[in-house]
């Protein structure tokens, strides 16, 4: 008999898996892609090794110690002159610029005027277009540089490169920005879910004790913020904390502070902090609110029966009970909190940029999304290893959101 | 016997509602005037319909609700101002409201603990407590992990562990099954005959509260319509709600006739059909009553006027109900009239269709006044 259910079933289980197939191809499309993309892309770099790659061939073989032979510098003055037509030389030449800078203008320069020289000895001639192809560091560039695969995005976006002898080092201590940034970015991320939990609980607490009326005003108190403009969001809060800014403005007039020592609430960590907080507050007002709804009050009546005065019954019975809201709040502040951009960059100053900003520098500014790529899925495995601790230790099952 | 031990408490109140009234918007009451004394170590059922008042009651008792007006005292002490954890009395929810995240040697421990006891001295209660509701070797277990028997079980033993001189219980079964709940009722009995504590408990299940309760207060619309031993309610209501509402009964309607001195009145039930029924109140000629009949009290005659009362009937529907048969009838111009007949060797097979005579003795039928009914 069971089998018959099972094959009367059969058609009415695939009618939904059929009905999901387009979704199905279109998180594949704007969401799986893209993320394999991104992942590709932060270690496998084929521009160089498509440009030159005979030179590259050659220089397998080379020692590495002295100036290469004249049959390399024959070989790169053609793909030189062959990548200019194709316009490919000025992502040959940014890619070595990254590991060798200065070096970006050595390629167009050698390749326009190569096209004029008829010498036959190739390599003075381009030693005296530009002597910086005596540099050996130069052709070290050229040879890691048309590595397809590459760790080099990766060790950059944790403030290494690799070093003369084929291990790591450390980046001079004027380029390390990574290391510095990850960590603020934790700390902030920490700093705004502790701030959004002091702040949401009790708000949460309040809107699942009220009477239905009250808490379906409450909560669109806390939802309109919600529903406008990040933008509008973030600027209004410029508007608020600047050095003329209405907060400014209240404590000078209430003599807290003293005109000429207005606070720096703006443009710095605590802008970032503050702005962040109130941007990511309702993300955890609403799992809270969602536990909190589905604790009976006669929890507390049974503690407050058994003689727990309203404060013990609340740390000892009704807290220990929401903690699903608040592990699943603070875990949602808190990955959102580490790929937070727009408020950082808008509110933060130099001092209160996180991680993410370093990324849009790279993709919009630098255009290295190579080390965006690498910076994108350190910050994605963070974000997992968040996920598999909260896991551990409440369960994802146990997360509500409302 | 149960009459003789409610005299010898009756001196002794221990809680007391005096004109106690609630109401929630400032104008409808949910409890009207409600004045109810408990005596110490008695077993009182509020018993009545949802919407009746019982719970509100036992939630004022337990201070979850505010009293509107009137006052409650337990040992003559009034007890509005004082806080719900402060008041000592112990209480087991509808739906447990065993803690969740605890396992049950720390619920039962949950009121010793904060009552700063110390961990040998909790430990020694909290068994004692789990053999009391025989759950020995459960305590490490979470409540989810226990059948709803468990629960309700630990849920007891949760409320009596501190040794509350006061155990409220509101429907606690109603979450069980049958079997279950019959067997917890017996279970409850037996916990409040061994410890002898005041208890009062709230059900809408009639069965429930005859088994259970010294006493029972039959609730409507926040009034009580009859306090009284389960006996006295069963066999002597004052009221038509209550005789409907505790076991099932026959009601006719009916009008005085003539009214004896011995108590006894005759009843007009219809063209050329009389009653002879005990009066239970002082009726007059004239006036409209309810005649209530026990359908076990009713038989099937085999002679001619071999009852005080005995009329035609025709019988639509038989139901085998094991230990008795349900006969459902029509007769005094009555559809559905119920008859119980005992389920004995010869009980004399009728079928639907046949053509009887049912009847039943005077006394066993009481014509109940109908003011303040409305039925």
């Given at each position: 008999?069971?089998?018959?259910r099972?094959?009367?079933?059969?058609?009415?289980?695939?009618?939904?898996?059929?009905?999901?197939?387009?979704?199905?191809?279109?998180?594949?499309?704007?969401?799986v892609?893209?993320?394999?993309?991104?992942?590709?892309?932060?270690?496998?770099?084929?521009?160089?090794?498509?440009a030159?790659?005979?030179?590259?061939?050659?220089?397998?073989?080379?020692?590495?110690?002295?100036?290469?032979s004249?049959?390399?510098?024959?070989?790169?003055?053609?793909?030189?002159i062959?990548?200019?037509?194709?316009?490919?030389i000025?992502?040959?030449?940014?890619?070595?610029n990254r590991?060798?800078s200065g070096?970006?203008?050595?390629?167009?320069?050698?390749?326009?005027?190569?096209?004029?020289?008829?010498?036959?000895?190739?390599?003075t001639?381009m030693i005296?277009?530009?002597?910086?192809?005596?540099?050996?560091?130069?052709?070290r560039?050229?040879?890691?540089?048309?590595?397809?695969?590459?760790?080099?995005?990766?060790?950059?976006?944790?403030?290494?490169e690799p070093?003369?002898d084929?291990?790591?080092?450390?980046?001079?201590?004027?380029?390390?920005?990574?290391?510095?940034?990850y960590?603020r970015?934790?700390?902030?991320?920490?700093?705004?879910?502790?701030l959004?939990?002091?702040?949401?609980?009790p708000?949460?607490?309040?809107?699942?004790?009220?009477?239905?009326?009250?808490?379906?005003?409450?909560?669109v108190?806390?939802?309109?913020?919600?529903?406008?403009?990040l933008?509008?969001?973030?600027?209004?809060?410029?508007?608020?904390?600047?050095?003329?800014?209405?907060?400014n403005?209240?404590?000078?007039?209430?003599?807290?502070?003293?005109?000429?020592s207005?606070?720096?609430?703006?443009?710095?960590?605590?802008?970032?902090?503050?702005?962040?907080?109130?941007?990511?507050?309702?993300?955890m007002?609403?799992?809270?609110?969602?536990?909190?709804r589905s604790?009976p009050?006669?929890?507390?009546?049974?503690?407050?029966?058994l003689?727990?005065n309203?404060?013990?019954g609340?740390?000892?019975v009704?807290?220990?009970?929401?903690?699903?809201?608040?592990?699943?709040g603070?875990?949602?502040?808190?990955i959102?909190?580490?790929g937070?951009?727009i408020t950082?960059?808008?509110?933060?100053?130099t001092?209160?940029?996180?991680?993410?900003?370093?990324?849009?520098?790279?993709?919009?500014?630098?255009?290295?999304?190579?080390?965006?790529?690498?910076?994108?899925?350190?910050?994605?495995?963070?974000?997992?290893?968040?996920?598999?601790?909260?896991?551990?230790?409440?369960?994802?099952?146990?997360?509500?959101?409302? | 016997?149960?009459?003789?031990?409610a005299?010898?408490?009756?001196?002794?109140?221990?809680?007391s509602?005096?004109?106690?009234?609630?109401s929630?918007?400032g104008?409808t009451?949910?409890?009207?005037?409600?004045?109810?004394?408990?005596n110490?170590?008695?077993?009182?059922?509020?018993l009545?319909?949802s919407?009746?008042?019982?719970?509100?009651?036992?939630?004022?008792?337990?201070?979850?609700?505010?009293?509107?007006?009137?006052?409650?005292?337990?040992?003559?002490?009034?007890?509005?101002?004082?806080?719900?954890?402060?008041?000592?009395?112990?209480?087991?929810?509808?739906?447990?409201?065993?803690?969740?995240?605890?396992?049950?040697?720390?619920?039962?421990?949950?009121?010793?603990?904060?009552?700063?006891?110390?961990?040998?001295?909790?430990?020694?209660?909290?068994?004692?407590?789990?053999?009391?509701?025989?759950l020995?070797?459960?305590e490490?277990r979470?409540p989810?992990?226990?059948?709803?028997?468990?629960?309700?079980r630990?849920?007891?033993a949760?409320?009596?562990v501190?040794?509350?001189?006061?155990?409220?219980?509101?429907?606690?079964l109603?979450?069980?099954?049958?079997?279950?709940?019959e067997?917890?009722?017996?279970?409850?009995?037996?916990?409040?005959?061994?410890?002898?504590?005041?208890?009062?408990?709230?059900?809408?299940?009639q069965?429930?509260?005859?088994?259970?309760?010294?006493?029972?207060a039959?609730?409507?619309?926040g009034r009580?319509?009859?306090?009284?031993?389960?006996e006295?309610?069963?066999?002597?209501?004052?009221?038509?709600?209550?005789?409907?509402?505790?076991?099932?009964?026959?009601?006719?309607?009916?009008?005085?006739?003539?009214?004896?001195?011995?108590?006894?009145?005759?009843?007009?039930i219809?063209?050329?059909?009389n009653?002879?029924?005990?009066?239970?109140?002082?009726?007059k000629?004239?006036?409209?009553?309810?005649?209530?009949?026990?359908?076990?009290?009713?038989?099937?005659?085999?002679?001619?006027n071999?009852?005080?009362n005995?009329?035609?009937?025709?019988?639509n529907?038989?139901?085998?109900?094991?230990d008795?048969?349900?006969?459902?009838?029509?007769?005094c111009?009555?559809?559905?009239?119920?008859?119980?007949?005992?389920?004995?060797?010869?009980h004399?097979?009728?079928?639907?269709?046949?053509?009887?005579?049912?009847?039943?003795?005077?006394l066993?039928?009481?014509?109940?006044?109908?003011?303040?009914?409305k039925?």
């Amino acid at each position: 008999m069971a089998s018959t259910r099972s094959q009367n079933q059969e058609p009415s289980r695939l009618v939904p898996i059929g009905l999901a197939l387009p979704l199905v191809a279109f998180v594949l499309v704007t969401f799986v892609i893209p993320l394999g993309t991104m992942v590709v892309q932060s270690a496998y770099d084929p521009q160089v090794a498509q440009a030159l790659p005979k030179t590259l061939d050659l220089l397998r073989d080379w020692n590495d110690s002295a100036l290469p032979s004249s049959d390399v510098f024959e070989t790169i003055a053609s793909e030189l002159i062959s990548s200019r037509e194709d316009r490919s030389i000025g992502k040959v030449a940014t890619r070595v610029n990254r590991i060798k800078s200065g070096s970006r203008s050595v390629f167009a320069k050698t390749a326009r005027r190569l096209e004029r020289v008829e010498d036959t000895d190739l390599k003075t001639a381009m030693i005296e277009i530009d002597d910086r192809w005596e540099d050996i560091e130069l052709w070290r560039a050229i040879r890691s540089a048309g590595q397809k695969f590459t760790a080099r995005h990766y060790l950059r976006s944790v403030d290494l490169e690799p070093a003369q002898d084929g291990g790591i080092q450390q980046v001079s201590e004027d380029q390390r920005i990574y290391n510095t940034l990850y960590f603020r970015t934790v700390y902030v991320s920490l700093a705004v879910t502790v701030l959004c939990f002091l702040i949401g609980y009790p708000i949460a607490y309040a809107i699942a004790s009220v009477s239905d009326s009250w808490a379906k005003i409450l909560l669109v108190i806390v939802l309109v913020p919600f529903w406008t403009s990040l933008l509008v969001r973030t600027t209004s809060w410029l508007v608020l904390l600047q050095n003329q800014g209405v907060v400014n403005d209240v404590l000078v007039w209430i003599g807290l502070v003293s005109d000429d020592s207005r606070l720096a609430l703006v443009h710095n960590m605590t802008g970032t902090l503050i702005a962040m907080t109130h941007v990511l507050l309702p993300f955890m007002i609403l799992p809270l609110y969602a536990v909190m709804r589905s604790i009976p009050p006669d929890y507390m009546r049974a503690a407050a029966s058994l003689g727990a005065n309203p404060i013990e019954g609340f740390v000892k019975v009704y807290f220990p009970q929401s903690l699903p809201g608040v592990s699943a709040g603070c875990l949602l502040v808190f990955i959102l909190s580490l790929g937070y951009y727009i408020t950082p960059a808008l509110v933060g100053g130099t001092k209160g940029q996180l991680i993410s900003n370093m990324i849009a520098y790279h993709i919009q500014t630098s255009l290295n999304w190579g080390l965006a790529a690498a910076i994108s899925v350190i910050l994605l495995i963070g974000v997992f290893v968040c996920y598999f601790i909260f896991d551990r230790w409440v369960g994802i099952d146990k997360l509500k959101l409302g | 016997m149960t009459t003789d031990k409610a005299t010898e408490q009756a001196s002794d109140v221990h809680i007391s509602f005096d004109n106690v009234v609630k109401s929630y918007d400032g104008s409808t009451q949910v409890v009207k005037d409600l004045n109810l004394d408990v005596n110490r170590g008695e077993f009182l059922t509020l018993l009545g319909p949802s919407g009746s008042g019982k719970t509100t009651c036992l939630m004022m008792l337990a201070g979850f609700e505010s009293i509107t007006s009137g006052t409650i005292t337990i040992d003559g002490r009034a007890i509005q101002d004082i806080l719900p954890h402060k008041r000592g009395i112990g209480m087991v929810f509808q739906n447990y409201a065993l803690f969740p995240h605890l396992t049950v040697r720390k619920n039962l421990s949950f009121p010793l603990e904060v009552r700063g006891m110390s961990a040998s001295e909790r430990n020694s209660r909290v068994m004692r407590a789990l053999e009391l509701v025989q759950l020995e070797g459960l305590e490490n277990r979470k409540p989810r992990n226990l059948s709803g028997g468990q629960q309700q079980r630990v849920a007891i033993a949760r409320a009596l562990v501190f040794e509350p001189e006061i155990v409220l219980m509101d429907e606690p079964l109603g979450a069980l099954d049958r079997r279950l709940r019959e067997e917890m009722q017996y279970e409850i009995r037996r916990i409040h005959q061994q410890l002898g504590v005041t208890m009062v408990y709230v059900t809408h299940d009639q069965q429930e509260a005859m088994v259970l309760s010294d006493r029972v207060a039959v609730f409507r619309d926040g009034r009580i319509e009859q306090i009284a031993t389960p006996e006295t309610l069963y066999e002597e209501p004052s009221r038509v709600f209550v005789s409907s509402f505790i076991g099932d009964n026959n009601v006719l309607y009916g009008e005085v006739r003539e009214v004896q001195d011995n108590d006894i009145c005759h009843v007009s039930i219809g063209p050329d059909r009389n009653v002879q029924a005990l009066s239970v109140e002082e009726t007059k000629p004239g006036e409209p009553v309810w005649v209530a009949i026990r359908p076990e009290r009713v038989g099937i005659a085999k002679t001619e006027n071999q009852y005080s009362n005995q009329f035609d009937a025709i019988v639509n529907d038989i139901v085998f109900m094991g230990d008795h048969l349900r006969i459902n009838v029509d007769t005094c111009g009555v559809r559905n009239f119920i008859i119980k007949i005992p389920n004995l060797v010869g009980h004399g097979a009728v079928l639907p269709g046949d053509e009887i005579q049912v009847g039943w003795a005077t006394l066993d039928c009481r014509a109940l006044s109908m003011d303040s009914e409305k039925t």
